[in-house]
């Protein structure tokens, strides 16, 4: 067993778990599985931001195409509530983020691009900062008024 990291990641994550079962903790790749375990807290912050980005870009098609709003919007609006719930439930630690200006930010902006090519409205219709707290984004059945 000695796949490198760089040739097969998953083929090394596989001789790592095997090594830590085995107690043979003077083989382990120590500074790759840091890496690795550093990487997984990246993927669910990038999780949560892509759902509530989504959910965020489909307020805004609600608030500024009352036109087409239809069930397909409700029910994205909804799975997406859901999942962010669900994920803020299995990672808790996530939770802060909600209340972190930076993060938010970055957010509303990946929305703000989701939604003006989802609807084809320049983006400087939007409003430059999110206009609802999250706590009304993610409350089941609120919507932004027009």
């Known amino acids: 067993m000695k796949t490198s990291y760089e040739a097969d990641v998953v083929a090394w994550a596989n001789e790592?778990?095997?090594?830590?079962?085995?107690?043979?903790?003077?083989?382990?790749?120590?500074?790759?599985?840091?890496?690795?375990?550093?990487?997984?807290?990246?993927?669910e912050k990038r999780e949560l931001a892509s759902r509530i980005a989504v959910l965020l870009a489909h307020l805004l098609k609600w608030k500024y195409?009352?036109?087409?709003?239809?069930?397909?919007?409700?029910?994205?609006?909804?799975?997406?509530?859901?999942?962010?719930?669900?994920?803020?439930?299995?990672?808790?630690?996530?939770?802060?983020?909600?209340?972190?200006s930076e993060w938010?930010?970055?957010?509303?902006g990946d929305a703000v691009t989701l939604a003006s090519k989802e609807t084809g409205l320049d983006a400087d219709t939007f409003p430059e900062n999110c206009p609802w707290s999250m706590a009304e984004a993610l409350s089941e059945g609120w919507l932004p008024e027009v």
């Open 65 to 100: 195409q009352p036109n087409l709003r239809s069930s397909s919007w409700q029910r994205t609006l909804k799975t997406q509530r859901k999942a962010v719930v669900i994920h803020l439930g299995q990672v808790p630690s996530l939770k802060p983020k909600l209340n972190d």
């Open 104 to 108: 938010l930010e970055v957010v509303w």
């Open 16 to 43: 790592q778990a095997a090594l830590l079962r085995a107690g043979r903790f003077d083989q382990l790749d120590l500074a790759n599985i840091a890496e690795e375990i550093e990487d997984v807290g990246k993927s």
